[in-house]
């Protein structure tokens, strides 16, 4: 069995109920840290990392720049900031240009996470309203990643997942309630 070093979560539109699904399933033994991107709006402050540390067994924080990377850790990507892995396996936040409308982006997160995980990395696209991961997965799964999509009927907006499905065969199409679970196996 491959042995995984980190995931990442793409999710937008529909993406709180969402998070809110998967990420308190994982307890204290789950040893991977998680970089999450959920779309938000430039001028919002963020709630959702506390929000999700007083749900979570696991340390959930707004990533902070430079910051290395810790097991059992959900690093939430800030508004307005492209989160990004580095070489060293430590944070990077961007003000660059916006991709697919949106910063933090989707697709940034998950080919910067592809290049330095490669076959560690798990990637997950979740619910949302617009493309943004499609080439993301496209770029864990040419470097050997695992990508999981969640099924588009239970998905509060489809078209995130339907993107990412057909860019790539995705390894695991699941229900929501089931990617939690799945996730847990891996660790």
């Known amino acids: 069995m491959k ?8 999710v ?3 993406g709180l109920a969402a998070l809110e699904a998967i ?28 929000h999700l540390d007083i749900r979570c067994a696991l340390h959930a924080k707004e990533a902070e720049d430079k910051e290395p990377l810790k097991p059992g850790t959900v690093y ?13 396996r430590t944070i990077a936040l961007s003000t660059e240009e916006r991709v697919n409308f949106s910063r933090p982006s989707v697709d940034v997160l998950f080919e910067t ?6 076959q560690g990395l798990v990637g997950v696209v979740l619910t949302g309203a617009n493309s943004d991961g499609a080439a993301g997965v496209a770029r864990v799964k040419a470097l050997g990643g695992l990508v999981v999509v969640q099924d588009p009927e239970t998905a509060a907006a489809d078209a995130m997942p339907r993107a990412a499905i057909k860019a790539v065969t995705p390894d695991h199409v699941l229900p929501l309630e089931r990617i939690g679970p799945f ?5």
Do not use: R
Not at 3 to 10: K, L, N
Not at 30 to 42: A, R, Y
Not at 113 to 118: S, W
Not at 183 to 187: C, E
């Open 113 to 118: 996470a592809a290049e330095v995980f490669c």
């Open 76 to 88: 939430v990507a800030p508004p307005n900031y492209h989160l990004m892995v580095e070489a060293d």
């Open 3 to 10: 042995s995984f070093e980190a995931v990442v979560i793409g």
């Open 23 to 50: 990420l308190p399933v994982l307890d204290e033994s789950f040893g991977l840290p998680v970089l999450v991107v959920q779309h938000l709006s430039p001028d919002t402050e963020s709630y959702l990392p506390k």
């Open 183 to 187: 996730l847990k196996t891996l660790a």
């Open 12 to 14: 937008s539109a529909g």
